[in-house]
Nanobody
Framework: QVQLVESGGGLVQAGGSLRLSCAASERTFSSYAMGWFRQAPGQKREFVAAISWSGGTTYYADSVKDRFTFSKDNAKNTVYLQMNSLKPEDTAVYYC?????????????????WGQGTLVTVSS
């Protein structure tokens, strides 16, 4: 059972930056693709970004492309989501997810393990 623990959420003004972290409990993490998803109040969970096992391939939702950067540090069993130029519409609970396969995908149903989420609030 893989445990994922997110951190780094908080309150930030529009235009600001935050970096989310997600630490995994297992060393097999290095062979897993990872994803970030978010859920705003009253909305469905949506894809934000995905990264392959090596970190060599990344995908982003159009709404965050060129603002967010997803990276993976296999030595630390940790992934990071650097979020810049934040907008009020980025306000949501952000979830880290692990897929026990090496290839990054956008489909939430392909992910096997989920963190508890971390709240990001962007004020206007």
């Amino acid at each position: 059972q893989v445990q994922l623990v997110e951190s780094g959420g908080g309150l930030v003004q529009a235009g600001g930056s935050l970096r989310l972290s997600c630490a995994a409990s297992e060393r097999t993490f290095s062979s897993y693709a990872m994803g970030w998803f978010r859920q705003a109040p009253g909305q469905k969970r949506e894809f934000v970004a995905a990264i392959s096992w090596s970190g060599g391939t990344t995908y982003y939702a159009d709404s965050v492309k060129d603002r967010f950067t997803f990276s993976k540090d296999n030595a630390k069993n940790t992934v990071y989501l650097q979020m810049n130029s934040l907008k009020p519409e980025d306000t949501a609970v952000y979830y880290c997810a692990a897929r026990t396969r090496p290839i990054a995908v956008r489909d939430a149903s392909a992910y096997n393990y989920w963190g508890q989420g971390t709240l990001v609030t962007v004020s206007s």
